[in-house]
């Protein structure tokens, strides 16, 4: 039962990780240049891309804090980096990337680790 409880957030925990980072990219593409101005600061305050990535964090963030709380650190720690898998995904679907086989290995092995290390 701890098993699936800790996989469970730590796949709701890194999506929203992931999504944060994807809303960040979306912010940083639409940002245009960046000058030490009032008026660039205020733009981005505005930006609704960037703003949705700090709320995908600040709810990450509370998460973390009842993940970390909860389970133990060497448990809770590598659930972590399933925000790559969901990258990677991410990578595909947003930004129309080309992943090689080589980081799809790699994407395998993190998940087979977290499933080891939630045991």
């Known amino acids: 039962m701890m098993m699936m409880r ?12 992931c999504g944060g980072q994807v809303l ?3 912010a940083l593409l639409r940002m ?3 000058t030490w101005t009032l008026d660039c600061f205020v733009r981005n305050l505005t ?3 960037l703003l949705g990535c700090g ?3 600040a709810c990450a963030t509370a998460l973390w804090l009842y993940i970390v709380r909860t389970f133990p650190f060497s ?3 590598p659930m972590i980096s399933l925000s ?3 990258g ?3 990578a595909i679907l947003f930004f129309n990337e080309t992943v090689p086989l080589t980081r799809w290995a790699g994407v395998l092995l993190i998940v087979l680790g977290c499933m080891l290390v939630a045991k």
């Open 6 to 17: 800790i996989l469970l957030l730590g796949v709701v925990q890194s999506l929203l990780l």
């Open 24 to 26: 960040l990219k979306f």
């Open 32 to 34: 245009g240049n960046f």
């Open 47 to 49: 930006n609704w891309w």
């Open 55 to 57: 709320l995908c964090y």
């Open 75 to 77: 448990m809770a720690y």
């Open 84 to 86: 790559y898998v969901f």
């Open 88 to 90: 990677m995904f991410a």
